[in-house]
């Protein structure tokens, strides 16, 4: 790959993390699209460049091609090298080179949780879950959102709780957070069809406020039991709160990311929360590489 078609490519990234701006130091737009290969780019009088990526840098004469299955990155510090190196069709490097997180994966089952285990279908845990009062947060909320997706997904999302739109109108992570992760999956070419996408509960705490221990303790049986059904290759955690607990650790979001944990047996990949990516986009950047070591592993 030639490097052009290499900036191609991370500018297409950039685009889909959602950055809308590129500072270009001492290159004009122009300048950066003629290296694109704009031969054909006409004064800006006549052609202002769009704010659109993609747009721009199809009139610049690139092809908005379907996404590679693992496009390249520049090296990344703080991240294993395995991870942040080599081009799409470079040779994978195992696994076994990835440190290894934590184990999590309860050998015990309370016994009270046991109908859970014994549920049968993902349809069954969500009429469930519909009824469920083993916590007070059913009052609250307005719908349960048990989670969404293609019951037979290799990728699975884990978030913390049903926020106001996800409570509204029963489906997780929609609104501006889950259109940035609808982006992010995008980006390696996963619908959402393709994967499932739960939280750790399946109602609203008022208020968004944090989980209290006895909620995630009665209703994390439901998430365990999705994954079970699912049988995914690969979990990405979103969030301080989701690596937290499923890993029933309190070590920093920074220090779990770039491992592969195992929860229930599935490896399991940590990550920054969308919305915290629109708070502060300066994590944009370290969760494409999570994304990337995920993907990694569902394609391994
Ligand atoms: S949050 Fe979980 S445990 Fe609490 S009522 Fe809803 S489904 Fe049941």
Redesign the pocket.
């Known amino acids: 790959m030639d490097a052009r078609e290499s900036l191609r490519r991370y500018l297409e990234q950039r685009r889909e993390l959602g950055e809308s701006e590129l500072v270009l130091d001492t290159l004009s737009v122009e300048d950066a699209l003629k290296l694109l290969g704009a031969a054909n780019v006409l004064p800006r009088e006549e052609a202002p460049v769009s704010t659109d990526w993609r747009a721009a840098l199809r009139a610049a004469g690139g092809v908005p091609e379907a996404r590679p299955s693992m496009p390249s990155m520049p090296a990344v510090r703080d991240v294993p090298a395995v991870v942040a190196a080599g081009p799409a069709d470079a040779p994978r490097v195992p696994l076994g080179d990835i440190p290894a997180g934590i184990a999590m994966g309860r050998s015990n089952r309370a016994p009270g949780d046991q109908f859970i285990y014994e549920l049968a279908t993902l349809e069954d845990i969500a009429a469930v879950?519909a009824k469920?009062?083993?916590?007070d947060?059913?009052r609250t909320?307005l719908n349960?959102v048990p989670g969404t997706g293609n019951p037979n997904a290799d990728f699975m999302v884990v978030g913390e709780a049903p926020g106001a739109d996800e409570d509204q109108q029963g489906v997780p992570f929609i609104g501006k957070a889950g259109q940035l992760l609808t982006k992010i999956l995008a980006a390696i070419n996963l619908s959402r069809d393709d994967v499932f996408i739960a939280n750790v509960?399946?109602?609203r705490p008022p208020g968004n406020r944090n989980p209290l221990p006895d909620?995630v303790t009665?209703?994390s049986p439901?998430l365990v039991r999705q994954i079970e059904l699912v049988k995914p290759k690969v979990i990405l955690a979103l969030g301080t709160f989701a690596a937290q607990t499923l890993l029933e650790t309190k070590i920093t979001i920074g220090k779990l990311r770039g491992q592969v944990h195992r929860y229930h047996g599935v490896p399991l990949i940590v990550t920054y929360h969308p919305a915290a990516l629109l708070r502060n986009p300066a994590w944009k950047r370290p969760t494409w590489e999570d994304v990337q070591l995920a993907d990694r592993i569902l394609r391994q």
Do not use: D, G, M
């Open positions: 879950v469920c009062t083993r916590c947060l059913y909320a349960p509960l399946k109602h909620e009665v209703c439901y």
